[in-house]
Every structure is written in structure tokens, then in C-alpha cells.
């Protein structure tokens, strides 16, 4: 059953102004499970909270590595993030190929805008159900940008996406004037304790985070799970507590609350996000 009269096709304006269609597609990013990016002069933190539709089954893949430069994690729909981050691939490939040099990070997150731009302009087409955090580093230094299912993006100092992002980005912004000169163990430091503010009393492991790394002379990869939760038991030793954060309980009626227009929220979507 359709909301309303103008939701029924991506490119019908209703009369306030919006697109229904890419409203929905904004809402599977606030379902998906929580992603989180970091950004210094010289290093970029991407990670995110592991979670399986049950306990049989593992958990989808939300960090993908686009090149040696370049990473992604993805909120929302898994598909269309897979789908998107071959695509970047592709292009950083063939970039390299023609030119023989890595390719700007600021060209290929416009490259991408424009690709989930069309998506919102074709009846035959549905926006891409999946938020971008693009974390990468060239000769201008390191960048953190969010694409949005809208075709909109938005360089960061830091960001959360996903659902409980609020209390994460709450502490981000407790923090983020020193981000800049952070150095690689400061930035994972806050990187862990913002994305324990989204799992709501769940303790923080090796097992329900992936965290990855890029910086100046580290092309970009994954931390073993062995390396996470010594950083995590190093932090936990040193009685290192991140503040509380007071918006918590507001973030947590924010996110269950849509908003006006947004389908109601009737448990988890018929999808893994």
C-alpha cells in the first residue's frame, strides 16, 4: 500500500517539494547497521559495526578497499554498496591505466554523486538504498566524504552513518577539533569509542567491528581481529572512558521516529542493511 499519491514514482514532485522515493532510499541508510569515518592530515579510519540478520548465519561484508588510496563503508542496503564499490574500482582502474597516477579522491566521489544522481531522474530506474562513507588520500592530503543516495556529498572531518549514529556523532564532535593533528593511535582510539556509543550497552569486540586503515605510507587495509581487541583491551585497561553522551536517549527517539513522508519503521527491513 503506497503512502501517498506521490510516492509512486521517483521522479513525481509533490507539492511541498520532494521526492518520496529518495526520502525512502535516505531511510534504508538510518536502518542500516552503524558506519563511522575519521580523518587526520595523514590518516583516514573507516569502521563499522558487524551485524547478521541471526546468530546462524555471519555478517555481511560493510568495508570494501577500492584501491591502495581509496576505502569505502557502506550503510544500507550490502547490494547496492557491492555494486557501487566495483564500480569505483573500475574507475580507479582505468584512471590508472590511462594516466599511469592514482586517482583524486574528490573526482571519483563526484563521479559516483553524478551516477546516484541519475538514479532520481529516471522513472525506470530506484535510487541506490546505501550511504557512502569514502575515506582516501592524494597529493592534496586525506579526505573523508559521505555520499548520499540523493546524489548529493559532503567532505567530512568525521562522520557516522547508520542507525544510533546520533550518539556517535555526538562524540565526534566533542572531539574533532583535535582530529587534525591526531596521530594514527588517537584516531583508532576515537574511531572505537564512537562506534561503542552506537551499540546501545553491547559490549565493543573484536567480533561485532572491522576497522581499516589508511595513511602515508599505508595503503589502505583491514586490522586483524587479533590487533582490534588489543586495542580495545589497551583502552579498557588504561581506564580510558569516553564521555557520556547527554543526547543519547534523543538520538535513540530520533532514529526510531521517521520523518514526515518516511515509511514507518515495522522492525528490520525484508533485507540485510
Known amino acids: 500500500m503506497f503512502r501517498n499519491q506521490y510516492d509512486t514514482d521517483v521522479t ?4 511541498a517539494g520532494r521526492l518520496f522515493q529518495v526520502e ?9 547497521s552503524a558506519a563511522i569515518g575519521l580523518r587526520s592530515k595523514s590518516h583516514v579510519i573507516l569502521a563499522c559495526v558487524n551485524k547478521a540478520n541471526s546468530e546462524l548465519s555471519s555478517h555481511q561484508k560493510k568495508i570494501f578497499k577500492v584501491d591502495d588510496h581509496i576505502g569505502v563503508a557502506i550503510a544500507g542496503l550490502t547490494a547496492d ?3 557501487l564499490s566495483r564500480y569505483m574500482r573500475s574507475e580507479c582502474i582505468n584512471y590508472s591505466y590511462s594516466y599511469e597516477s592514482p586517482l583524486p579522491v574528490g573526482r571519483l566521489v563526484v563521479q559516483l554523486a553524478d551516477k546516484a544522481q541519475v538514479c ?12 557512502l562513507l569514502v575515506g582516501g588520500l592524494d597529493e592534496s592530503g586525506a579526505h573523508l566524504y559521505y555520499n548520499c ?3 548529493n556529498y559532503f567532505e567530512y572531518q568525521a562522520f557516522a552513518i547508520g542507525s544510533r549514529s546520533q550518539a556517535a556523532k555526538t562524540y565526534l564532535e566533542r572531539r574533532y577539533g583535535s582530529f587534525t593533528d591526531s596521530s594514527r593511535g588517537s584516531l583508532l582510539k576515537d ?37 582490534i581487541q588489543g586495542l580495545i583491551n589497551e583502552f579498557e585497561l588504561a581506564g580510558e572512558e569516553a564521555p557520556a553522551a547527554s543526547t543519547d536517549a534523543a538520538a535513540d527517539a530520533e532514529s526510531a521516529v521517521p520523518e514526515a513522508g518516511a515509511p514507518t519503521d515495522e522492525g528490520a527491513a525484508p533485507m540485510d542493511i
Open 120 to 131: 532520481t531522474q529516471r522513472s525506470w530506474k530506484r535510487p541506490y538504498g546505501v550511504g
Open 81 to 83: 554498496g557491492r555494486v
Open 149 to 151: 543516495p540523493s546524489g
Open 24 to 32: 525512502y532510499a535516505m531511510e534504508a541508510v538510518k536502518q542500516g
Open 12 to 15: 513525481t514532485w509533490s507539492p
Open 191 to 227: 574511531a572505537l569509542f564512537a562506534l561503542r556509543e552506537t551499540l546501545q550497552g553491547e559490549k565493543l569486540t573484536s567480533t561485532n567491528c572491522t576497522v581499516a586503515v589508511l595513511g602515508i605510507g599505508e595503503p589502505f587495509h583491514m586490522l586483524d581481529k587479533d590487533t
